[in-house]
């Protein structure tokens, strides 16, 4: 079988999480510094902090900006439900707004929600491709918001030569399905020392000097053992994702002219990272017929996200608020995702296409 994400783990982890059980420091300590080390290169911000998830990233990004109830983050419905559930948690209300054809949120529907109780804007760089941050950044320049970059897939991407995770407070996931993992972990990413220093203070409780505290924070902090996999992981992030590039690449190739699957759309100035390779299938084609078709063929299709975020009854609250949402719709309804992790090569890679041609091109 063709599985849709495979961890990629070696000797250089083992030999770093033997090195951390050997020293008896299990939480947080020199491992987890010279994690973040690595990672705000990668980042290209002055400071990173690691904490326990993506999702407690998010928290504590929105917390350090000081978000709270009543105020407004925009971000996009099309998205895992930890974008939302984070807003929700800080107490402020989601604006949810619509999409573009490459599956991030669009400036003109941010600009249009912008009002006078929104603080935040939120983009996710979804399946690893950066939303269209120059738009969003000089928006938010025009109107003072501040920006939280949902970079939980999108690990090493670029937007002109800009990492994702620069251009306002960005958060990483490091779950075992992303192109880089510790199993569960996290990383907010930021060029401002006081948003830094502030993240370090909620991951620990509030507390600079030991039983000082200067605000009531909570526990996000990350395990040695989580930076111990983490670190050889950040030093082979530029060639995993240049596999998934090339993975990618042969299948643009390979379903170029298939005319009932749209490939995925890359503007220009935008590095995709392909943490998902998602097409959409034409209308009418039966999706859940192709996801067994190809998994009689051995190839395992994810859909990601087969229905928008906040489309369930729980979130039926007053602090969530959708915008017109048409594009997000029929993203939710034709998109599939083909395995391109960097653990395959050509010839996965040509079953994985051929699988999905057999089905919808007939
Ligand atoms: C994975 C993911 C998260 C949450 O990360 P966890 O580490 O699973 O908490 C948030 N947003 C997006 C878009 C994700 O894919």
């Not at 503007?267 to 299938?281: D, M, W």
Request: hydrophobic fraction near 45%.
């Amino acid at each position: 079988m063709i599985e849709i994400s495979q961890v990629d783990l070696r000797e250089e982890e083992t030999a770093l999480v033997l090195e951390v059980l050997r020293s008896g420091r299990l939480a947080q300590g020199p491992m987890v510094e010279r994690f973040e080390e690595v990672f705000a290169v990668v980042a290209g911000t002055e400071f990173a902090v690691a904490v326990s998830s993506g999702t407690t990233a998010l928290v504590a990004a929105l917390q350090a900006l000081e978000v709270r109830a009543g105020e407004e983050v925009i971000t996009s419905p099309f998205t895992f439900a930890a974008t939302l559930n984070a807003i929700l948690e800080t107490g402020a209300t989601a604006r949810l707004v619509d999409i573009t054809d490459d599956f991030t949120i669009s400036p003109a529907a941010v600009k249009a929600a912008i009002n006078d109780r929104t603080v935040a804007i939120m983009p996710v760089h979804l399946y690893g491709l950066p939303a269209d941050m120059a738009a969003i950044a000089s928006l938010a320049g025009e109107t003072g918001l501040a920006v939280v970059e949902d970079a939980a897939q999108a690990h090493g991407a670029t937007v002109d030569g800009r990492p994702a995770g620069s251009f306002g407070v960005g958060c990483f996931s490091f779950y075992a399905t992303k192109n880089i993992t510790t199993g569960e972990g996290g990383v907010i990413t930021t060029d401002d020392a006081a948003v830094a220093d502030r993240l370090r203070l909620l991951r620990s409780q509030g507390m600079r000097e030991r039983y000082q505290y200067e605000i009531p924070g909570h526990n996000y902090r990350m395990t040695e053992l989580q930076a111990a996999i983490g670190i050889p992981q950040v030093g082979r992030l530029e060639q995993l994702n240049a596999q998934r590039r090339r993975n990618a690449a042969m299948l643009d190739e390979r379903l170029a002219g298939v005319e009932a699957v749209r490939t995925p759309t890359v503007p220009a100035g935008r590095v995709h990272v392909y943490h998902q390779y998602t097409v959409e299938l034409a209308e009418g084609l039966d999706r859940d017929a192709v996801v067994d078709s190809m998994a009689e063929a051995g190839v395992r299709a994810g859909v990601y996200y087969p229905r928008l975020a906040h489309d369930h009854a729980c979130y039926d609250l007053p602090s969530v608020v959708a915008d017109d949402l048409d594009r997000a719709r029929s993203a939710a309804r034709s998109v599939l995702s083909l395995p391109v992790h960097p653990g395959l090569g050509e010839q996965e890679i040509d079953a994985v296409a051929s699988s999905l041609v057999a089905v919808v091109d007939r």
